[in-house]
């Protein structure tokens, strides 16, 4: 096998990826219009909140390029993944340690910038990429414990965008557990995605060859468990907003529409929800999130005192 070329390992950082990041938002303006008096302007905050993005960003990569360079040998097996640059190539491990450090420790300092809190949420992220991929713990050959424990970044990324703005208040339980539990519904879908696709391409012989996990998944399994997540994330999310911020209920028909229509792209042959960075082409997911977005922004800052009858004794 011919050596991996400097430009793979680049490649396998996957800085396509980086609008996954992006949830690192909702903990920022969640903490904003939250907690006003602690965090002052909003106009102060775009600097650092630009820097825990770009810090985040350098940390993901260097998870990725882990896991690309562990997973080569599954990789193989799967009917897309085997064209990565490292089952294609074989990587140089002093280069790819050095590529690495590099992404690693540009991202701890530039988070070590911004405040302590924000650096302990980050180093937690990047041992993160450590227990997923890395035997013997390696959580990513665990039947569900891979999705529960893959989608913990997400309330992680929750913590960058929150403690950005401030580190003397801590975020409610509740919107760390419905964090939590949205990413494994968005984990589990992928799984899914991932076992029809392999199956369907190359038959059901390469799923354990692909992922140790498959040899206890079924469909109906990551299915039935995924619609758990969702529910889990749905009732969470309602205690959450039901105790800051009444208004925030308006949210939950579009927010129901999303997880519906993440759930239909999966259903999709060859779908995009095994790639999350391709869902750019998802026209009415967009539609949604954007919609999302417009409600969010007018109930963060409107009262609608007739809504808290909703809650009154």
Request: overall charge positive.
């Amino acid at each position: 096998m011919e050596k991996a070329k400097p430009s793979d390992y680049f490649q396998v950082a996957r800085l396509d990826h980086w609008v996954k990041q992006l949830f690192v938002l909702p903990g920022a303006i969640l903490a904003w219009v939250l907690t006003q008096q602690v965090a002052g302007s909003l106009g102060g905050l775009i600097i650092p909140l630009l820097v825990g993005l770009i810090a985040t960003s350098l940390i993901a990569s260097a998870n990725y390029l882990l896991n690309e360079w562990l997973d080569a040998s599954y990789d193989k097996h799967h009917p897309l993944k085997s064209n990565r640059p490292f089952v294609q190539r074989k990587p140089q491990l002093g280069l790819l340690l050095c590529v690495y450090m590099g992404l690693a420790g540009l991202g701890l300092f530039l988070s070590s910038t911004i405040n302590a809190s924000v650096l302990w949420a980050q180093l937690i992220l990047l041992t993160s990429g450590w227990t997923y991929n890395i035997k013997p713990i390696r959580t990513k050959d665990i039947p569900f414990v891979d999705v529960l424990t893959e989608s913990l970044n997400n309330p992680i990324r929750f913590l960058v965008g929150w403690f950005i703005v401030t580190d003397t208040i801590i975020p409610p339980s509740s919107v760390l557990i419905a964090y939590w539990a949205g990413g494994a519904f968005l984990m589990g879908i992928k799984r899914f995605a991932e076992y029809q696709t392999v199956k369907s391409m190359e038959g059901e012989e390469a799923l354990s060859a692909y992922r140790k996990v498959f040899n206890t998944y079924t469909s109906e399994r990551l299915l039935v468990s995924s619609f758990f997540y969702a529910l889990l994330s749905a009732f969470m999310m309602a205690v959450f907003l039901t105790k800051y911020r009444i208004e925030y209920l308006l949210l939950f028909p579009i927010l129901s529409a999303l997880f519906a229509s993440y759930l239909r792209i999966a259903l999709k042959p060859a779908s995009r929800a095994q790639a999350p960075e391709k869902l750019i082409r998802e026209k009415a997911l967009w539609v949604i999130v954007l919609m999302l977005i417009a409600m969010f922004t007018v109930c963060s800052f409107i009262d609608i005192p007739q809504l808290h009858i909703l809650i009154a004794p």
